[in-house]
């Protein structure tokens, strides 16, 4: 069984910074992608960043420059580094695992509230 378990959300000031963490919990199978989603109110959940096992990264526009996505392998830990926050990031976060076996795991969710 596979546990994600995420921290790191809060309230920040725009223009402040805040560090996610996931790390993945339990017996499991090898990790393809690790990745990062968001969903504020009233819009659909949108990818945020994503890593492969071996380092390629894929961010969306609107974080480009200002998130940073890393991973431990070792750890089977993911972060976001978020920097220069805007209160369009304000969302819930949601941590994302692709397995070897294309199967996808969800994390429970962090709020990230930025306030102008």
């Known amino acids: 069984q596979v546990g994600l378990v995420e921290s790191g959300g809060g309230l920040v000031q725009a223009g402040g910074s805040l560090r996610l963490s996931c790390a993945a919990s339990?017996?499991?199978?090898?990790?393809?992608?690790m990745g990062w989603y968001r969903q504020a109110p009233g819009k659909q959940r949108e990818l945020v960043a994503i890593i492969t096992t071996g380092g390629s990264t894929n961010y969306t526009g609107s974080v480009k420059g200002r998130f940073t996505i890393s991973r431990d392998n070792a750890k089977s830990t993911v972060y976001l580094q978020m920097n220069s926050l805007k209160p369009e990031d304000t969302a819930v976060y949601y941590c994302?695992?692709?397995?070897?076996?294309?199967?996808?795991?969800w994390g429970q969710g962090t709020q990230v509230t930025v306030s102008s």
């Open positions: 339990g017996t499991f199978f090898s990790i393809k992608a």
């Open positions: 994302n695992v692709l397995w070897a076996s294309n199967f996808v795991s």
